[in-house]
């Protein structure tokens, strides 16, 4: 393994305490899902261990997700394999969009309100609005740019346009902690501009490692976008931290993209034997970005 990567890992394991679970989600959401979805443990171990992870650690958080129904598991003969259960699907296919597709570019100028009225879960309802997208403006308002696929419930729906842009700006301040999401891209740009900038003076990377970096980008990514209501630019800041991390995420995703595959298509296996192709969307993954240059195995 290259020393740049194993610095990257060292920054990995000291920056948080390593979440196996959740890791492993990153894993098949980002690599497994659009090949079939199917991976037989003794794959998911040999990416691990590069991760530094044990077996023992794994099996332990495969079990877990099995039993909170993300996963499900089969065995054919001493061999185990796990696929996405429908719940694990759909989660990771509203993920998929937030994380790979472009963020809104136009904004139609009126906010979608929702007002909660006799919610039994309130917590739980207003996590399932945070996740949509939606922030607060108070205990029981909640507001988004768009209208969003929720449907239903125990809430008033209530369309809002602000007399100018300044007020659609001040709304946005007062409902989402922008200085929050703002520093989360800007940890995110400051641990991936070295790789950025190694691969902007040519350097390659073998096959394992090109997908252990773009497993740990994506990893770090979704943790900062995931969090981000992903607003139209005129609500926002300028300069917007999200634009740079986006960037900065697409470009050495795109250009880690043929050495990863490589190793994907030469190692991994499920059921049947080597993965299937990769689905049609899976290269459509930051479409308007451009990479540095083909990596390919040193």
Not at 132 to 145: E, K, R, T
Not at 175 to 189: C, G, M, N, Q, S
Request: net charge neutral.
């Amino acid at each position: 393994m290259a020393a740049f990567v194993e610095a990257l890992l060292d920054k990995f394991h000291e920056r948080t305490p390593i979440r196996a679970g959740s890791l492993i989600v990153t894993v098949f959401g980002d690599a497994v899902a659009p090949r079939g979805g199917a991976l037989s443990l003794a794959s998911l171990h040999e990416i691990m261990r590069a991760f530094r992870i044990s077996d023992t650690l794994v099996r332990t958080a495969m079990s877990r997700l099995v039993t909170d129904g993300w996963f499900e598991r089969w065995k054919v003969g001493r061999n185990s394999y796990y696929q996405l259960t429908g719940r694990g699907r759909e989660a990771f296919a509203q993920a998929t969009q937030r994380i790979y597709a472009d963020p809104p570019q136009e904004w139609a100028g009126a906010f979608d309100l929702l007002l909660l009225e006799n919610a039994q879960d309130r917590s739980a309802l207003r996590a399932q609005l945070s996740e949509a997208g939606y922030g607060v403006l108070g205990a029981d308002l909640f507001i988004a740019a768009a209208v969003s696929s929720t449907e239903g419930g125990p809430f008033l729906r209530l369309s809002g346009t602000p007399a100018d842009l300044q007020t659609s700006r001040r709304l946005v301040e007062r409902a989402w902690p922008l200085e929050e999401i703002e520093d989360r891209y800007k940890r995110f740009t400051s641990t991936y501009s070295g790789t950025l900038g190694a691969l902007e003076q040519g350097t390659r990377f073998a096959d394992l490692d090109a997908l252990l970096i773009r497993i740990l980008l994506i990893h770090d990514y979704r943790r900062a976008v995931l969090k981000d209501p992903l607003l139209p630019p005129q609500l926002l800041p300028k300069p917007w931290a999200g634009t740079a991390a986006r960037a900065l995420c697409g470009t050495i995703y795109k250009t880690l993209f043929p050495a990863a595959e490589r190793w994907i298509d030469t190692h991994a296996q499920n059921d049947r034997g080597p993965l299937p192709k990769a689905d049609r969307s899976f290269r459509e993954r930051f479409a308007a970005i451009e990479p540095v240059a083909e990596v390919s195995a040193t």
